[in-house]
C-alpha cells in the first residue's frame, strides 16, 4: 500500500447561496509499505501513521462557492494558490453538493445532472427518510466513465486499434430518454461520449450525506462522507488489478454565528472543474527545444539537466553491462533488483526528463567512446531518441536527419516514422518544422519515411489534441471534442489540400512518387482524404491511375469511410462491378468487411456470386466468408459479419456452380487464431492472396497479425503486403538455364504457336512493391521495377564473400498514460509500456573449403542475439508537485543464444549441404 492522508479543519460561514470556506491545521501522513488486511493507514489503526503539518503558506486556504437549489455554480480560488490546492478546494466543493430542489420535493430516487470535478455527470440519488431515525440519509453515485460528459482527463494510447465494446443498445430506459430529450443531438453527443464497459478502466464515486431536519424543515449536514476508486484491469476479469483509492469524511463538529471574517479575493470560475497544471493545445507556441513533462498534472523531477543527463549516461552504460554480461542466475534479489532497475525500460524513462540540450550534450559524450560497449551505447541512444516521445527528442531527431546524423538512410528513415507512434503532446510548432523534412533533399528510403511520418504527425496532432471522441454535432456537452474539430478544420485538412494538388501534377507511371503521396495520405486518414480520392478509386478520373495506386488508396480511406457510416455505398459498387480488375474488387470487398455490412449487402453479395464469371474473385470473396464464419469468433467488432456469413453459407454451399479452392496461386484467404479466455486477449494471423491470369504464381501476398485485448479492443500489430509481376517468368527461365540448357525449345515453340495457333503469353517485366504497416499505419512503401528490383537484389546478396553486421536494435510496442482526477482533487494516472531491444551480432565468411574457381560455395554463419524486455504497468497518486506514491508490476524478459552454421554448395552437381550448431 503506497499513498498518503490529509487532515484539517473547515470553517464554513454561510451568506445566502454562498458559503465561505476556511482550511485550518492542514496536517498530511505519508505511507508506503505492508499493511496487514483489514487496517488502514487513514484511521489511525497503524502506530506507523504520524501526521506532519503542511507548509505554513498553505495553512490557511481560503475559497468562497456560490451555490443554485444546493448544487455548484461558482467557486472563487485565490489567485496566489498553488494549482494543487486550487483542485483541493474544487474537490471538497464537487462533493459537497445535494440537488436540494429533490430532496424537498419528496421523491427516493432519482437522476440529477451536476458539475463535477470529473465533469458534467448525471448522478444516480436515492434519499433515506427512516421514521426511526432522527437523520435523513441521501446516497449519491456516479460511474464516470459511463455518466459524465465533458470529462476532465487525459489519455495517451500508442496502441492505437478499435474498441467495439461500448456499443449502445436501445434499453427501454435508452428510448424513454430519448422520447423524452428536447434535442436529440444533444443527447447522441452524450451517448458518444459515455463507455459502459468497466474494462480496461473504471472510476467512480460514492456520497453519502447524513442531514438532521429542523422545525422548520432547514437541513443541517451533519456528516458525510465520500469513497471514489479508479481501476484499471487490462487483462480480463482474472488478470491483476491496479487500484487507487480516495475515502474522505467530514463530521460537524460545532455550529455557531458567524462572524463574516472569511472573505475570498481572486479569480471566480464557473463549475468545478479539474485544472491540468502541465496542459496546452495543439496550436499553443512552445518551445521545441524546452523540457516536455509527461503527465499533465503538474508532477516534475526537480534535479538539474546536467544532472538528469548524467544519470541517463549511466544508465546506458549499466544497460550494456548487464546484457553483455550473459547472466543467466538470478536467485538472490539483489541480482533480480539490479536486473530490474538496469532494464530498458527504466532507461527509456529518464529520456522523458531531458530537454533539446540535454539530449544533444548526452549525445556528444556517448559518441566520443570508441569501444564496442560504446558502439551499443551510441545504439541505444539513437533506437531511444524517436521514442521518448518528446517535444525535444522529436526535434533533435529532424536535425539529425537533415545534418547527415544518422549512420546510413534505412536508420534514419526508421527514426522519423517512429516519432509519430510515440509523441505525447505534439503541437502545430512540431508539425511546421517536420514539413520541412518534405523538401529536404534527403536519400530514397529518408524521403519516403519523410512523407510517411509527416502524415502521421498531422494526423497525431489532432487525435491527441483532446482525449474525447471527435464529434460533428458542437455543443456544451461536448466542449473538448470541439479541439479536435479546429484541429481537423486548421491543420490537418488544409494540408490534405495542399499535397493532394502536388498528387495531381505527378505522371502516371511514376509509381514512386505518387505512392509516396498516396502512403502521405493513407497517413493522413481522417478529414478529407477519402473524398478527394473517390474519383480515383472509382476510376472516374480522365486518365485512369495504375491498379496499385488505386488499390493503396482504398487502404488510405477505408478506416475514415468507416466512420462516416460511408462503407457500402464507397465500397460495394467496385465489389459488384464485373468490369474491374480482379484485384480492385477484391480489396474493395475486404475493406466492405471491415465496415459494418448489414443482411441487405450480405444477400446481395452472396447472390451475385452464384453467377460470378470471375473465379479469382468468387474463390477470394468465398473463403472469406469461411473466414468469417469459423475463425471470426475472437473478433469483438465483427460479430454481425460473423452471424450473417455463417447464415449464407449454409445456402452457398448447395448452390454454388463451382467447388472452391485452396490451391496455390487461387485468390484466397484464411487465418489462424489463438485464444486465452483466462486473461481476455486472443490473436490471429490473417493470410490472403490474389491470383493473376497471367502468372501461376499469386499476384499478391498478404499477412496481418492483430491482437484483441479485454474482450472489446482489437488492433492490427503489423502488416506485410508483397505485389509482384513477373517473377514467375523470371524464375522460370533461370530453371531453364540451370537444367535444360542443352534443350531445343525453338521447334516446340514453332508447332505450338504457329502451327496450332496457341497464344504465347506476353512476357512481363518484373514489377515488385513491398509494402509494410504497423498499427493500420504505413511505415515502409517501396516499387521496383525491373532495373531497381536487380539492384534491391544484388544488395540483399551483396555478403557472398564477407558480411559482419552488429547492430542494438530497440522497439517500442506501445504506451498508455490515463490520468484522471480523484474525487479528493489529487489527480492518480495508469502508466504501462514495453519496450524491447534485440542485439544481434552476425557475420559470414567464405572458410577454408571455398573453391578458386567458385565450383564449390562455402559459408560460414555466426550469429548471436540478446533479446532484452521489460514491461511496467502501474497506478499512481500525486500529492503537491514533486510527490508521487505508486505501486508497479515489472517484469523483465531475457533471452541469449548464438550458433553457427555452415552452408556448402556443389554447383556441378547441385547438391547443398547445410550444417547446424547444435543448441
Not at 457 to 463: D, G, P, Q, S, Y
Not at 528 to 543: A, M, R, Y
Request: aromatic share 16%; charged share 25%; hydrophobic share 35%.
Amino acid at each position: 500500500m503506497s499513498g498518503f492522508t490529509v487532515k484539517g479543519e473547515l470553517r464554513v460561514q454561510a451568506d445566502g447561496d454562498t458559503l465561505n470556506i476556511q482550511i485550518i491545521n492542514l496536517r498530511q501522513s505519508y505511507f508506503n509499505g505492508p499493511y496487514a488486511a483489514g487496517y488502514w493507514p487513514y484511521q489511525n489503526m497503524d502506530a506507523r501513521t504520524k501526521y506532519i503539518p503542511v507548509n505554513e503558506e498553505y495553512v490557511e486556504a481560503i475559497f468562497s462557492v456560490i451555490y443554485e437549489n444546493g448544487k455548484v455554480k461558482e467557486i472563487t480560488l485565490a489567485d496566489d494558490s498553488p494549482v494543487w490546492l486550487k483542485n483541493l478546494m474544487r474537490g471538497f466543493a464537487s462533493s459537497f453538493q445535494i440537488d436540494m430542489e429533490n430532496v424537498e420535493s419528496g421523491d427516493r430516487a432519482w437522476y440529477s445532472r451536476e458539475n463535477t470535478v470529473h465533469g458534467d455527470c448525471n448522478v444516480q440519488y436515492t434519499f433515506e427518510n427512516s421514521p426511526n431515525s432522527d437523520y435523513h440519509v441521501v446516497t449519491k453515485a456516479v460511474s464516470h466513465i459511463s455518466d459524465c460528459v465533458n470529462r476532465s482527463y487525459k489519455m495517451f494510447n500508442s496502441f492505437y486499434g478499435k474498441t467495439c465494446k461500448n456499443e449502445h443498445e436501445f434499453t427501454p430506459k435508452r428510448v424513454k430518454k430519448m422520447e423524452s430529450e428536447e434535442n436529440l443531438l444533444d443527447y447522441i453527443s452524450e451517448l458518444n461520449q459515455q463507455y459502459k464497459s468497466p474494462e480496461p478502466m473504471y472510476s467512480d464515486s460514492t456520497t453519502t450525506i447524513f442531514m438532521r431536519p429542523n422545525q422548520e424543515g432547514v437541513y443541517t449536514v451533519e456528516k458525510f462522507f465520500t469513497a471514489g476508486a479508479v481501476v484499471a484491469h487490462p487483462l480480463g476479469k482474472k488478470g491483476s488489478a491496479k487500484w487507487t483509492l480516495a475515502n474522505r469524511t467530514f463530521i460537524l463538529k460545532s455550529v455557531g454565528p458567524s462572524s463574516g471574517n472569511i472573505t475570498t479575493e481572486g479569480t471566480t470560475y464557473e463549475g468545478v472543474a479539474f485544472e491540468w497544471e502541465n496542459d496546452r493545445t495543439w496550436d499553443t507556441d512552445v518551445d521545441l527545444k524546452e523540457r516536455d513533462y509527461f503527465f499533465h498534472n503538474g508532477y516534475k523531477i526537480d534535479e538539474d539537466q546536467e544532472t538528469l543527463w548524467n544519470v541517463v549516461y549511466q544508465k546506458i552504460y549499466d544497460f550494456v553491462e548487464e546484457q553483455k554480461s550473459h547472466k543467466t542466475n538470478y536467485e538472490t534479489k539483489e541480482d533480480r533488483d539490479e536486473l530490474h532497475n538496469t532494464g530498458i525500460q527504466r532507461v527509456q524513462e529518464y529520456f522523458f526528463t531531458l530537454d533539446y540540450e540535454s539530449l544533444s550534450a548526452l549525445k556528444e559524450k556517448l559518441f566520443e567512446d570508441e569501444s564496442d560497449e560504446g558502439q551499443v551505447a551510441q545504439d541505444i541512444f539513437m533506437e531511444l531518441l524517436p521514442t521518448a516521445g518528446t517535444l525535444p527528442s522529436a526535434y533533435l531527431v529532424k536535425e539529425l536527419v537533415m545534418n547527415a546524423g544518422y549512420e546510413d538512410d534505412r536508420a534514419a528513415a526508421k527514426a522519423l516514422t517512429s516519432v509519430p507512434f510515440h509523441i505525447r503532446k505534439p503541437t502545430k510548432g512540431l508539425v511546421e518544422e517536420w514539413e520541412n523534412l518534405i523538401s529536404f533533399d534527403g536519400k530514397k528510403y529518408t524521403k519516403m519515411a519523410a512523407y510517411m511520418s509527416f502524415g502521421h504527425l498531422v494526423r497525431r496532432t489532432c487525435e491527441l489534441a483532446a482525449p474525447q471522441a471527435y464529434q460533428k454535432v458542437d455543443n456544451d456537452h461536448n466542449k473538448y471534442a470541439q479541439q479536435k474539430s479546429e484541429c481537423l478544420e486548421q491543420l490537418l485538412n488544409p494540408m490534405i489540400e495542399k499535397y493532394f494538388e502536388e498528387f495531381l501534377e505527378i505522371e502516371k507511371d511514376a509509381m514512386n512518387d505518387l505512392n509516396k503521396y498516396v502512403s502521405m495520405f493513407a497517413n493522413f486518414k481522417w478529414g478529407k482524404v477519402s473524398e478527394l480520392l473517390q474519383p480515383i478509386i472509382h476510376g472516374e478520373t480522365e486518365e485512369p491511375y495504375p491498379t496499385a495506386v488505386r488499390v493503396n488508396a482504398m487502404f488510405a480511406v477505408y478506416e475514415n469511410v468507416i466512420e462516416n457510416g460511408e462503407d457500402i455505398e464507397y465500397f460495394l459498387p467496385l465489389v459488384l462491378d464485373t468490369s474491374e480488375e480482379a484485384e480492385i474488387r477484391i480489396t474493395a470487398f475486404k475493406y466492405l468487411m471491415k465496415g459494418n455490412p448489414d443482411t441487405t449487402t450480405f444477400v446481395k453479395i452472396f447472390t451475385n456470386m452464384l453467377h460470378e464469371p470471375n473465379f479469382e474473385v468468387f474463390n477470394y470473396i468465398y473463403t472469406s466468408f469461411e473466414k468469417m464464419a469459423y475463425s471470426w469468433d475472437i473478433e469483438p467488432c465483427n460479430k454481425d459479419q460473423q452471424q450473417f456469413a455463417r447464415y449464407y453459407l449454409k445456402y452457398w454451399k448447395e448452390y454454388m456452380w463451382v467447388r472452391p479452392k485452396y490451391a496455390f496461386g487461387m485468390s484466397k484467404t484464411f487465418s489462424r487464431t489463438f485464444a486465452q479466455e483466462k486473461y481476455g486477449y486472443s490473436g490471429s494471423f490473417e493470410y490472403s492472396t490474389i491470383g493473376n491470369q497471367h502468372s501461376a504464381t499469386p499476384h499478391v501476398y498478404e499477412v496481418e497479425a492483430r491482437s484483441q485485448q479485454y474482450e472489446g479492443h482489437t488492433m492490427q500489430l503489423f502488416g506485410i503486403k508483397i505485389r509482384m509481376e513477373g517473377i514467375a517468368e523470371s524464375l522460370s527461365r533461370k530453371f531453364q538455364e540451370m537444367y535444360f540448357e542443352n534443350w531445343n525449345f525453338d521447334d516446340l515453340k514453332a508447332v505450338l504457336f504457329d502451327q496450332m495457333v496457341v497464344l504465347e503469353r506476353s512476357k512481363q517485366e518484373i514489377k515488385l512493391e513491398l509494402t509494410i504497416t504497423l498499427k493500420n499505419t504505413m511505415i515502409f512503401q517501396r516499387y521496383f521495377d525491373q532495373e531497381s528490383f536487380i539492384e534491391f537484389f544484388e544488395y540483399l546478396t551483396s555478403f557472398r564473400e564477407y558480411f559482419s553486421f552488429n547492430k542494438q536494435l530497440a522497439l517500442t510496442m506501445g504506451t498508455v498514460v490515463y490520468e484522471q482526477p480523484s474525487d479528493i482533487g489529487f489527480p492518480v494516472a495508469y502508466y504501462g509500456g514495453l519496450t524491447s531491444t534485440v542485439n544481434v551480432e552476425f557475420d559470414v565468411s567464405n572458410g577454408d573449403d571455398a573453391d578458386d574457381d567458385n565450383t564449390l560455395f562455402f559459408r560460414i554463419f555466426n550469429y548471436k542475439l540478446s533479446y532484452n524486455a521489460q514491461v511496467i504497468n502501474g497506478m499512481w497518486v500525486f500529492h503537491q508537485d514533486s510527490t508521487a506514491f505508486a505501486i508497479r508490476q515489472d517484469n523483465v524478459y531475457k533471452h541469449q543464444f548464438g550458433q553457427w552454421a555452415k552452408i556448402a554448395y556443389n554447383t556441378p552437381k547441385k547438391n547443398l549441404k547445410v550444417v547446424f550448431e547444435r543448441p
